[in-house]
């Protein structure tokens, strides 16, 4: 089986993104037919991903019952378990196998504890809790076995740290500072794996580090329900592998790298990229469809590195799409715009915030407010102040549709179309702004953000009239326009967008904007003072009113203070795995 | 509580103001040095390097854990034994390592694609080489970094590195054949077992 591995391929080192392709728009006739006004889509609850084990802490009306944790009586959920009880009085059980949103296996035996009147000691996770109980999470015996199963883990584990991946943010690496901490008793030779084997499109499998704690195996046979992954032979010969004429290619595979306590599962995209103790982390939300998940963006320098989930048991539970993990590629910094351009020249962004106020109130009489469904709330509220002003007919743009399932993924490819269509008021289709813009309807437009599929005749009719593009980076709309100014990207901007259960979804900065970008409400904002208008109100005091409106606290936080904004250094961040 | 005041008389002595006694017991010293460590047998108790004279290489005076200008080493293979693992770039106070790892597609699977020492940065601290897990930088070149006349020339590339580096035999990942001997007193926290 090992012998006829293809080898594995070398990640991409040059500069270029490869940004994934893009699914092919839809004809022309189906845009066309398409209603002259944008109706806000439905809600729709989020079909919840799998999470058997919900936490312990007892909701409004369930049944509980008391037990007593380290001397400590704490009243729990009924049917919950022990391990998730201990969390509640502080004490975080050492485990591999257990994960919150998987079935139980309890094959590590990592989490052992002592059950008063049971003879022997009890896997926690299993152990479901029971009325009078009385457990010992840190007594002598459960200290011995904890050291005892973290020697017998270690038995055939390569510790090749210093090429590991996951050094630095390994769950194995953890418990043994913490419980074992002694060097090996074992000189016979260690059993030798197949090391980086390809086995699926993002993931490459080291079988030496394995641990064979079966979460992977548990993960694609309960989220994505596809089922790749399997044991193979036993006793010290078992190790992971895909099953015969199978490849780990389903849409949520880079999840079990995440969920990979060792280094046994690595993503190819994230592979020898960085170490994982450099990067920072900032929690925001995914931009790549409407289900906005809750991801933690990890960054070094001002470079996205990788995307990983967070946990939010309301909209994307512990995982997340593949798809979604690859939206950080057009952070690029090499893509990025960082000074305004007027007519093809980089220019102060002053004299380029006056040119823009003085074409539109000058020449132009009639003007189009392009809404877009991949800007924050506070962005298109902005611009909807803005076209007031002007008087400007208002669209809704975004991107095409894409792939869709019935876990995580949306069709509908923009993070806050319902937050755009709600700022806009009653606004025109894209396809109508195409039609109306090539036959030459309006003396200028203002586009919110770069994205929008543009036709040979709109490139031209877009340079022949003021056309207004706020992008973050360079695409095929924002060298078409005019003028472009430089707008954060989702990484550097403070906002929140809508997603498509109607739930307010925040996007924290995770570091300061290069060159001149600004935030695109305050881009907003200057131009309609350049215009000698009323002040619109800066994106922060945008956010506020939002958050208030909203009631949500965390962007409330975040409005209020810098310090809320802050990234996590993962070096110093012991909760992982 | 007040502090008192201790009062110093500055007033000069004759003897002081001659100055002839204090010169001559300068010299006097002076002279005192110069004829035990040139007359007597074994030179006096002064240990002179005898520095840039023939025969004499100075190298030999260096004490054993002299920090020098970095290298890098070598397996048998000839390939560097560097895995790019970081350690020496994350504890680098003047943080002037600079890696970039790349796959190398064999069993050693990891390796760096580029290794950049900036020898004008460098505090000369030797963390690296205490931290590196692979016995692959070290400072026991016993040459210091020359001077340069351009600052980039001062930029050690991997090439440079290994040009002063030699084959190294330590056990990967740093435990010898005999480890056991060295094994360190068994954890308190576990004693009783």
Partial sequence: MTSSDPPVPSRPRSATIILPPEPPPPPAAARSAAPTTVKPPENRAAPAPAAPNLSAAPRPGDATVKLTIDGETVEVRKGTNVLEAAKLVGRDICHFC?????????????????????????????????????????????????????????????????????????????????????????????????????????????????????????????????????????????????????????????????????????????????????????????????????????????AAHRIVPRHDADVNGHWMCDEGRYTYKELDADARIRHARVDGQDVPLGHAIATVARRLRGRAKKVAAVFSGTATNEANRALADLAALLGAERFVVGRVPGKTDELLRDADKNANLRGAIAASGAAKHEGELGLELAGRAYEAVIFLDGTFELSDVVRSALGAITSVCLSDRVTPLAQACSIVLPATSWAETLGSVINRQGRLRVLQPAWRPEGDRRERADLIRDIALAMGERDLGTNRERARAVAEEFDNEELLALTASPVAARPTLLRFSHTRG | MTIGVKKVSLQRTTRDQIFLPAILEGLLTTARHFFKNTMTKGMGDVDTIRYGEPGVDPKSYYPERFRGVHRLMFRDDGSVRCVACMCCSTVCPARCIYIVAEDREDNNEKGPATFVIDELKCVVCGLCVEACPCDAIRMDTRTHMTPTEAREDAVLRKVDLMSRGGPSVAVQGGLGADYRADAPAADPRFVGR
């Fill in chain 1, 98 to 302: 257990y994960h919150p949103g998987l079935s139980i296996a309890a094959s590590c035996r990592q989490c052992l504890v002592e059950v008063e009147k049971n003879p022997k000691l009890q896997p926690s996770c299993q152990q479901v809790v029971g009325e009078g109980m009385v457990v010992h999470t840190e007594s002598p015996a459960v200290l011995e076995a904890r050291r005892a199963l973290l020697e017998f883990t270690l038995k055939n584990h390569p510790i090749d740290c210093p090429i590991c991946d996951k050094a630095g943010e390994c769950t194995l690496q953890r418990h043994y500072m913490d419980h074992d901490h002694q060097l090996t008793r074992v000189d016979v030779p260690k059993i030798r794996k197949p090391k980086h084997k390809d086995i699926g499109r993002e993931i490459i499998l080291d079988a030496e580090r394995c641990i064979l704690c079966s979460r992977c195996i548990r993960f694609c046979e309960e989220i994505p329900g596809t089922g790749e992954l399997t044991m193979t032979f036993r006793g010290d010969h078992e190790k992971l592998d895909i099953a015969d004429g199978h490849r780990l290619d389903n849409a949520y595979s880079i999840n079990v790298v995440d969920i990979c306590p060792v280094g046994a599962l690595t993503a190819k995209d994230f592979r020898f990229a960085v170490r994982a103790w450099e990067l920072k982390a900032t929690p925001t939300t995914c931009q790549g469809c409407a289900t906005g998940c809750a991801i933690e963006l990890h960054h070094k320098h001002e």
